[in-house]
């Protein structure tokens, strides 16, 4: 199994269907934070939601059409990002990202967002990396600013979550964007 260092004692590595146990006592400890905004936190309520929801991403990565990473901080998973969509004919791929509360603030999901999206831009030849983020949802938004993505518009009421209408902010990075900035430094 591979992992890749985030420095501070954070590694990014995969996150698999056996892995549903400590999924699940992950997404217990942070089941409402992570729950405000996005459905995973619902859509793994029970070993068996989890189990299904972490082999629908397996099955993804067979199909190469998207991807899952754990966040790991001294070695206790707290987080993950992932390639909601991933379509390498088209060019095109959408990032996503869940942290529980004990590990926010610390740049975690922007420095394994950074890592994915290198490896797709990099590597894959995706053109265009979307970042789709709750309106209300600061610390997210303020994680695609970081990665250098500009905001494309809102998709206004476009959702509903926990039987709220949500506005959807979509912001993305360009290939040509993304080189020059990592070329930069950023």
Known sequence: MFAMSL???AELGPLEPWQAEEFLAHMDRGREYVGQHIGLADATADLDSTRAWLQSYADKTAADAGRLYSIRLDGVLV????????DAKAGTAEVGCWLEPAAAGRGLVTRA???IIDWAVLERGIHRVEWL????N???INVAKRLGMTRDG??????THRGTRQDTEVWSVLSPEWRESRSAGA
Do not use: I
């Not at 987080?79 to 991933?86: A, Y």
């Not at 809102?154 to 959702?159: A, D, H, K, T």
């Open 7 to 9: 420095g501070d004692g």
């Open 79 to 86: 987080g993950g990002v992932l390639f909601r969509l991933f």
């Open 113 to 115: 967002a950074r890592a």
């Open 133 to 136: 983020v709750s309106a209300a």
């Open 138 to 140: 600061t610390p997210s």
């Open 154 to 159: 809102v998709l206004r009421s476009n959702y």
